[in-house]
């Protein structure tokens, strides 16, 4: 602890300049920015989790069944095996909550029979929509948001720190070659 705390320059040593003082000050007000940075990150990702759960519920969809007009394609695969795309557009029918039937187009896995019977959700006009998100995909939207705001603040923050030592350790530099110009002009005859 004692080493760090003269790494920090708060000891009145007067080989200390101001400038690595200045340099401590500037590292101890970064890093209690970025903690401050916490619980603000952590607000924005859980309004993001209140918006997008505000929008899901908002959004007017049903679950119904379609049955398969067609064939769905077969699967493809890669020249190395590696399959494709698991789903394909595939011709289908399904019923209204008005009783009537509409046919379109909707997402299916490859390979599936002609007659088949397909879940899918329609939204308030009986097109084919999104499934609603899974319970747990908001809370790691939530999640994800507060932590990448908090690591965006932190790298800027950060960038700021490195950049103004960088202009430190240059005044430094500039410091010392004059002290050392004064030192050779000392003890030059």
């Keep these: 602890m004692k080493r760090w705390w003269r790494t920090a320059h708060v000891t009145p040593n007067p080989l200390v300049r101001p400038v690595d003082r200045l340099e401590s000050a500037l590292l101890v007000f970064v890093v209690a920015l970025v903690l401050a940075a916490v619980p603000f990150a952590c607000a924005f990702g859980s309004q993001t989790y209140a918006d997008r759960r505000a929008a899901e519920a908002a959004t007017d969809r049903r679950p119904a069944t379609a049955v398969l007009l067609a064939d769905a ?47 899918v959700w329609l939204d308030a006009t009986g097109n084919p ?52 110009a004064v030192l050779h002009l000392r003890r030059t005859p």
């Design 73 to 119: 394609p077969p699967e493809a695969v890669t020249p190395q095996g590696v399959p494709l795309d698991s789903r394909a557009a595939v011709v289908a029918a399904w019923q209204l909550a008005d009783g009537s039937e509409r046919t379109g187009t909707i997402s299916a896995d490859r390979g599936t029979a002609k007659g088949t019977r397909v879940p």
């Design 129 to 180: 929509v999104a499934p609603p998100p899974q319970p747990g995909d908001l809370v790691v939207v939530g999640v994800m948001t507060a932590l990448m705001t908090w690591l965006g603040f932190s790298a800027v923050v950060g960038g700021a720190f490195l950049a103004s030592r960088a202009l430190l350790d240059r005044h430094r530099r500039a410091l010392w070659d004059r002290e050392w």
